[in-house]
């Protein structure tokens, strides 16, 4: 059965992109795993200039806060803490679609400097939607107290954006973080994010649907990530590109995962 933007609220869209009205600033996107001191992280940042609700349609809580830096307003949205962004929960499609559509001018993800492998893969999730990505390594302190050497340098050199070791709590690294969020933002400072690549068959398939995809959507919708959500079978992908982009042509969406025109 077919999918088309009518089935679909357009409202949502508007509602998502909201704080992308703002005349003199920037929207930040905060995205990292449970227990990472995310939270921590947004509280320091914004002090008490931030306010809570649900996101449109869920039961989700939404964080927003602000704060100021040289001379700029941003608006900091705190998204659901989540393991990934494969939408296999409302946390991780809220999460998705708000750093897919959205389009925040920088997504901060911030990981447990005492376990990273576990939460890179959250930031590479994140890198192939958006190069305008920053890493928190967060709770370096806690990794110093258990002998934990993080070299920042070289995992910022490996993953292709920048990486600012922070101890949340004392308020150690944020200036740097906000610093570097503020080039980032403005684009006076680019980055080139490592991609995942995958054996021959995968990618011949990869580049089999974005073929396909590529005419179909928007310029700043990445076909590669697109293709690879289809790939993996989840079909809420198409539902809130139908759902969020006022850019695309009337569409259908079958069961082989074709994307194709009405």
């Given amino acids: 059965m077919g999918l088309t933007r009518q089935s679909c609220s357009n409202n949502a869209c508007r509602e998502i992109v909201a704080d992308k009205k703002l005349k003199d600033g920037f929207v930040i996107a905060l995205a990292g795993n449970p227990n990472t001191g995310k939270s921590t992280v947004f509280n320091a940042l914004t002090g008490l200039n931030q306010h809570t609700g649900n996101w449109p349609g869920k039961t989700v809580l939404k ?50 400097s005492t376990c ?6 959250l930031v590479l999730q994140v890198m192939e939607i958006t190069p305008r990505v920053v890493v928190c390594a967060n709770l370096i302190d806690e990794a110093e107290r258990k ?12 993953l292709g954006v920048p990486v600012i070791a922070t101890a949340a709590r004392e308020g150690r690294g944020l200036s740097k973080l906000k610093d570097i969020v503020y080039e ?16 021959s068959e995968v990618e011949k398939s990869i580049e089999k649907i974005e073929n396909q995809l590529r005419p179909l959507l928007p310029k700043w919708l990445n076909s590669r990530w697109v293709a690879l959500r289809l790939l993996e079978g989840d079909q809420s992908i198409i539902d809130s590109i139908i759902k969020y982009s006022n850019e695309l042509p009337e569409v259908t969406v079958g069961r082989d995962v074709n994307i194709c025109p009405q």
């Fill in 184 to 199: 980032l933002a403005n684009g006076s400072l680019k980055t080139s994010p490592k991609m995942v690549y995958y054996d």
């Fill in 147 to 158: 002998k934990i050497r993080v070299d920042i340098d070289k995992l910022a050199k490996e």
């Fill in 63 to 112: 964080a927003e806060g602000s704060f100021s830096h040289r001379d700029k307003r941003f608006t900091l949205v705190d998204l659901p803490g989540t393991y990934s962004l494969l939408a296999n929960s409302v946390d991780e499609q809220v999460a998705r679609d708000f750093i897919c559509f959205a389009r925040p001018d920088v997504t901060i993800v911030v990981t447990d």
């Fill in 116 to 121: 990273l492998e576990r939460n890179l893969n």
